[in-house]
């Protein structure tokens, strides 16, 4: 294994403070690109991506988190100026299987391109309601679409959180 991978492995942390500025186009393309060589089931690619990125946008995923959290004055996404979005599409032959591996691609290549993310979950139930349905209809998705999770992305307005220690028995040779 290259030296370089297994440290991003190691170093990559949640982060849960943004800095406001939003990342360049380069820094997201590279991210998302990550994110379209995860494995998938039967190599369907049976995942969809959506950067949210316009403030208007962010706010409007945000308040449907929030919702979910039945606590309209959270701030599920610690203030990140980029929501990812991961959906299931009918083409998903093993659905959240998939999903997450995608989002681990994307939160370690935010890590590998200097950016800030953390795996926020309940977007299942945000675009099962109405709301969310209607988002992915203005945004000219299907309203088939199955949420998996999002991802936070952005600058950290924060210090790297400190691994916890890898507990004993976490591995098992037989």
């Known amino acids: 294994m290259k030296l370089e991978a297994l440290e991003v492995l190691k170093k990559r942390r949640a982060i849960r403070a943004y800095k406001p500025e939003q990342i360049t186009d380069k820094e997201l393309d590279a991210v998302l690109e990550a994110g379209t060589f995860a494995p998938t089931g039967a190599g369907t ?22 919702k979910v959290l039945n606590n309209p004055a959270a701030h599920p996404y610690y203030g990140a100026p980029t929501i990812l979005l991961v959906f299931e599409t009918e083409a998903c032959v093993t659905h959240e299987l998939d999903g997450a591996a995608v989002c681990t691609n994307l939160l370690n290549a935010a890590y590998a391109a200097g950016l800030g993310s953390c795996w926020i979950h309940r977007c299942k139930q945000m675009f099962e309601l109405p709301e969310g349905k209607a988002l992915l209809k203005k945004w000219g998705l299907s309203d088939k679409l199955v949420g998996v999770a999002s991802i936070a992305l952005g600058y950290a307005a924060c210090d790297l959180p400190q691994p916890k220690p890898r507990k004993a028995d976490y591995i098992v040779k037989v």
Do not use: K, M, T, W
């Not at 690619?45 to 929030?66: C, H, R, W």
């Open 45 to 66: 690619q049976g995942v969809q991506i959506v950067a949210v990125q316009s403030p208007e946008n962010v706010a409007a995923v945000e308040a449907l988190n929030a």
